[in-house]
């Protein structure tokens, strides 16, 4: 069977802004025109994920911009959305459990997981739950306070009932997430979490990158984690949470998508305008597809999200 890439990129729009119909473009801040192939469906603003139910009836499409953070159920076959449910606070970072028929979706600043049930054709939102406790400061000068994590990217094993979340940690003097100097700021970086589903016992957290974005668990059985700030894919190992390895990609790699049937990793480089291919056995990039409009076009295309076709 054959596989292929697609590509997409995330549009920061506001709904109610450039209203578009089918046959209509989307018009970008600095005056460029979309024309996205197939059917347009009008949520809220930034959608950061999408998943499919596993009888291809639904798609489930988490939004995180300036107007309401919603997780949609869409019935692909009419476009129609049968069901939403809505958070405070929420960001890139959703995991499908198909056994359990449940949710998990990154709180973002909020510093929170969401568990949320998916029963009878209706979203059934559970009580948050921290992610990771606020770091503490060894630096006596720093107020104790410090502000939480700011949870990102996340995936469940189904196999091991383990859930995986990344987390950047507040940093410097203004505890802001903001990228400063590393040599300097404190609190830098980002940390992973291992918790499992069916337990309440506390999660087990290492730190890890500088700016972690997504997370897969290969074929392999090892974890791979994009670096924003780094422009690094980390391989992590799944027991101890320690990173075991460091792959060199294009820049700003952000959503992960691994091959169903062979060991490739595909990572998108927004900065670079490309994807970089990795070989999970090696741990070395096989290949760079770029994404620009024309061959020596500027930064621009920026590939923030993808998936693996099942054609």
Known sequence: MRYGV????????????????????????????????????????????????????????????????????????????????TLPQSWFGLAW???????????????????????????????????????????????????????TGLCLDEAEQNLYFLSILAKGENKSFAWGEATTDRGMG??????????????????????????????????????WADAKVLIVDPETLRTIGRIPVGEHPNQLALHPTDDRLFVACSSSNSVSVIDTKSG?????????LFPLSPEGSTPDALCISPD
């Open 97 to 151: 459990d198909k056994t359990r028929g449940e949710f998990w979706w990154s709180g973002g600043g909020a510093g929170t997981l969401r568990s949320i049930k998916w029963t009878d054709g209706k979203f059934v939102p559970s009580a948050e739950e921290a992610a990771v406790a606020p770091v503490i400061p060894k630096d006596p000068n720093q107020p104790a306070a410090v502000k939480g994590p700011f949870c």
């Open 284 to 292: 070395i990039v096989l290949e760079t597809i770029f994404t620009a």
């Open 6 to 85: 697609l590509l997409s990129a995330i549009l920061f729009g506001v709904l109610g802004g450039n209203g578009f119909g089918a046959e209509e473009a989307v018009v970008l801040p600095n005056g460029w025109k979309l024309t996205p192939a197939g059917r347009h469906v009008h949520l809220t603003d930034l959608p950061l994920n999408i998943l499919t139910s596993a009888d291809g009836e639904y798609a489930f499409v988490a939004t995180s911009g300036y107007n309401a953070h919603e997780l949609s159920a869409i019935r692909i076959a009419t476009g129609e959305r049968v069901a939403v449910t």
């Open 190 to 227: 980002g940390t992973i979490s291992r918790r499992a589903v069916d337990s309440n016992d506390p999660a087990t957290t290492v730190p890890c990158g500088v700016r972690p974005y997504d997370v897969v668990k290969g074929r392999n059985g090892l974890l791979y984690v994009s670096d």
